[in-house]
């Protein structure tokens, strides 16, 4: 595999007021081009280097290797989980989906917040489809991801302490709120869908 980051889908400022892009220059810049380094540092001059990324994190039998695989895939998707004209109403055609499995669009957001609050400790809440096609909410601890398992990933947030700390410190409550409302990328659920039906 390539061990470069994909470009942020955005400016680093353009998730002002909510997440700043001195978050973004930590989070981005830092964080998760730590974690690459870290899985390039690990894999390299093994056959694991030759894996994608995907096949790293379902092969991974290295702890630390599954860790900054997974790391890395996670923080990708989160980026593109956000989008600076996010939030707000979801398209006709997600909202009715929202509303199949959660009965409301507020019923929604209320089940993902509440298991990005709840999340005990460092890890992330996902908008995942299951196997039996139903979309639910959940939550994975430390470098979990649902890549792992059987569930389509949708959207995830990380809920970390180094995702929102600069801006909302212990916070956390404020910086998921702040997410469901304005930031949520409605299209690239949609995506995901289509993609994975
Ligand atoms: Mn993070």
Do not use: C
């Not at 030759?50 to 290797?65: H, P």
């Not at 702040?178 to 930031?183: D, G, S």
């Amino acid at each position: 595999m390539q061990f470069e980051l994909d470009p942020l889908p955005y400016e680093q400022n353009a998730l002002e007021p909510h997440i700043s892009a001195r978050t973004l220059e930590f989070h981005y810049g830092k964080h998760h081009q730590g974690y690459m380094t870290k899985l390039k540092n690990a894999v390299e001059g093994t056959p694991d280097a030759d894996k994608d990324l995907v096949s790293l994190i379902r092969q991974a039998e290295d702890q630390n290797v599954f860790n900054n695989a997974a790391q890395v895939w996670n923080h990708t998707f989160q980026w593109n989980s956000m989008h600076p004209d996010g939030g707000g109403d979801p398209p006709a055609a997600l909202k009715k989906e929202l509303e199949k499995h959660f009965e409301t669009v507020d019923e929604f957001k209320k089940t993902f917040a509440g298991a990005a609050k709840g999340r005990f400790g460092s890890g992330w809440a996902w908008l995942v489809k299951a196997a039996d096609g139903s979309l639910q909410v959940k939550s994975t601890l430390n470098a979990d991801t649902p890549l792992a398992g059987n569930d389509i990933p949708l959207l995830t947030l990380d809920v970390w302490e180094h995702a929102y700390y600069l801006d909302w410190q212990n916070d956390r409550p404020g910086y998921v709120e702040a997410f469901v409302e304005h930031l949520i990328n409605w299209n690239f659920i949609e995506a995901n869908l289509e993609r994975g039906a």
